[in-house]
């Protein structure tokens, strides 16, 4: 069975790095499109940042320069490196893996973790 599991999100200083880890397992994710989302109860779901199996990045312009997103193929993760947090960074970070491609809506991603919560406090 395929699973997508996240941990790193905490509450931080405004200002301040978070390290959001994907481990992935049940299959080699190796060949697969890596992401990470976000959303708030009640709010659309929000596209942050995609890696393709040859490690080119896509990322989102409201964290472009703050966030990067490292993959390692050999350990099966996905990573998402966020620097200078902002109060609006808060909510729930979702990580997302497809056999094909991630859109920016999110739609038709093959797995999905169950989310992670971060909290930048001002």
């Known amino acids: 069975q395929v699973q997508l599991v996240e941990s790193g999100g905490r509450l931080v200083q405004a200002g301040g790095s978070l390290r959001l880890s994907c481990a992935a397992s049940?299959?080699?994710?190796?060949?697969?499109?890596l992401g990470w989302f976000r959303q708030s109860p009640g709010k659309e779901r929000e596209f942050v940042a995609a890696v393709n199996w040859g490690g080119a990045t896509t990322i989102s312009p409201s964290v472009e320069g703050r966030f990067t997103i490292p993959r390692d193929n050999a350990k099966n993760t996905v990573t998402l490196q966020m620097n200078s947090l902002r109060p609006e960074d808060t909510t729930i970070y979702y990580c997302?893996?497809?056999?094909?491609?991630?859109?920016?809506?999110?739609?038709?991603?093959?797995?999905w973790g169950q989310g992670t919560l971060v909290a930048a406090a001002s």
């Open positions: 997302a893996a497809d056999g094909v491609v991630i859109t920016t809506t999110g739609n038709g991603v093959d797995h």
């Open positions: 049940g299959r080699t994710f190796s060949s697969y499109v």
